[in-house]
């Protein structure tokens, strides 16, 4: 198991990898098609997306919270039916 001081880090390079698979297989086959050599293209572009991805989100990810958590309302207590 993965000590819990690293969850930032570990949180970071799993969506950085599943973003960056997709993305790259998605802009590779909108730029060359479905080619004999598409998954070893896809697989290289993958590897460079993900190089570049992974810092990225462990810098930008805690700001990213940040600003998601000033733009949420916080929500008022519900009162119960029947209560004055």
């Known amino acids: 198991m993965i000590p819990k001081r690293f969850e930032p880090y570990a949180f970071s390079a799993?969506?950085?990898c599943m973003m960056s698979f997709i993305i790259?297989?998605?802009s590779t086959y909108r730029a060359l098609g479905l080619i004999d050599s598409?998954?070893?293209i896809w697989i290289a572009n993958?590897?460079?997306?993900w190089a570049i991805a992974f810092p990225v989100v462990t810098v930008v990810a805690p700001l990213a919270r940040r600003l998601v958590s000033?733009?949420?309302?916080e929500e008022k207590p519900q009162r119960s039916?029947?209560?004055?």
Do not use: D, E, N, P
Not at 70 to 73: G, K, N
């Open 14 to 16: 799993t969506l950085s």
């Open 24 to 26: 790259s297989g998605v």
């Open 38 to 40: 598409f998954m070893s």
């Open 46 to 49: 993958w590897l460079t997306s």
């Open 70 to 73: 000033l733009a949420i309302a």
């Open 81 to 84: 039916k029947g209560t004055a």
